[in-house]
């Protein structure tokens, strides 16, 4: 009994020695413990390789893109404009010439796109013109003459319309108490030379003579305006003034005919129908040997001796200058006045004086 008893405790004594080795294992695992903290430690390099790349192309790049696509797209604004004439002469051409040589040069040619258009002096067609610019929302209209213009006020109030070559706007858009601007979405400018002056210019010319033709389109408001100024000016004078108008340019020639054989001087506004027609004019008047003093410079030449003229490069000029106000520096149309040519030049066409046997002054220029 007493054996067993011995080895019993012997066994239980082998048990708490090798409990307590077990035991004591995992306290001495140092190198373990080292292994990973050596490892992250290790791991700084990987931190700042992950931080370093990721700021950096989070602000430099987002910053730089953000910017950069702001500044060319007010860069590249790009605006359309749109050009109804009336009909094709010099004078209207020069106008529409001096408008698009302004905005190209102000915006830049890759900037803007002109659609212009000639109504080949059809009223309708203007209307038929201005409807596609309407449709197509086009940026700004520009209205060479009466007909255009009267067509783009009937077709839109948003759109903002200028026009040129206009004689009298309060005429050719009826208005009451004319103040000088227009109003809502129109303004331009104005072809209106000094109609006393060119009254003057007649006496000046011709002293001797007693009456004078006034020849002019009757369907043309601002031909009805200027002939009733000029008249008024010329009865002034002493003249005996006599008015001679046709409706279209198929009794032009007919009309002017009983012009040269009543009168013994010819007088033409700035008319689009007879600029358009100054060869059948010239065709009737040089052999009557009846002298015409005109309104413009474009028809002096086809078919006149002298004119005082204004020019309509640079009226194209000024108006191209007012589209620039409204389309880039935000220039409230309603509120701008309609401008008026900054001055007038006495000239003659040499050919028919020689022709006629007329000596100009010494202050009149050659047409060239």
Known sequence: MKTRKVLALLLAALLIVGLGACSSEPANTTPDTTEPQTSDTNETPDTSETQTPDTTETQTPDETETQT????????????IDICQLVQHDALDAATQGFIDTLTEK??????????????????????????????????????????LQAAVAGTNTIPVLGTSITDYATALEIENWTGTVGGNVSGTSDLAPLASQAAMIQELFPDAETVGLLYCSAEANSL?????????????????????????????????????A?????????????????????????????????????????????????YYDLGVA????????????ADISTMPVQFAASSTKQYNEANCTALGITPPADYTPLA
């Open 225 to 261: 305006y200027q002939v009733g100024v000029v008249k008024a000016e010329l009865e002034k004078l002493g003249y005996t003034c006599q008015e001679f108008g046709f409706s279209d340019s198929n009794d032009v020639a007919s009309v002017t005919q009983n012009a040269c054989d």
């Open 107 to 148: 915006l830049g040619a890759e900037n803007v796109t002109f659609e212009n258009q000639n109504a080949q002096g059809d009223p309708n067609t203007c209307s038929t013109i201005i409807n596609g610019f309407v449709s197509s929302e086009v940026d700004l209209i520009m209205a060479n003459a009466t007909a255009a």
């Open 319 to 330: 108006t191209g200058e007012m589209a620039y106000e409204i389309l880039v520096n935000g």
């Open 69 to 80: 696509p702001d500044t060319s797209e007010t860069e590249a604004k790009h605006y359309n």
């Open 263 to 311: 009168c013994d001087v010819i007088y033409i506004p700035t008319d689009n129908t007879a600029a358009s027609n100054t060869e059948l004019i010239a065709n009737v008047t040089m052999p009557a040997g009846t002298p015409v003093v005109c309104g413009e410079a474009g028809l002096c030449k086809g078919c006149g001796v002298a004119t005082l003229s204004i020019s």
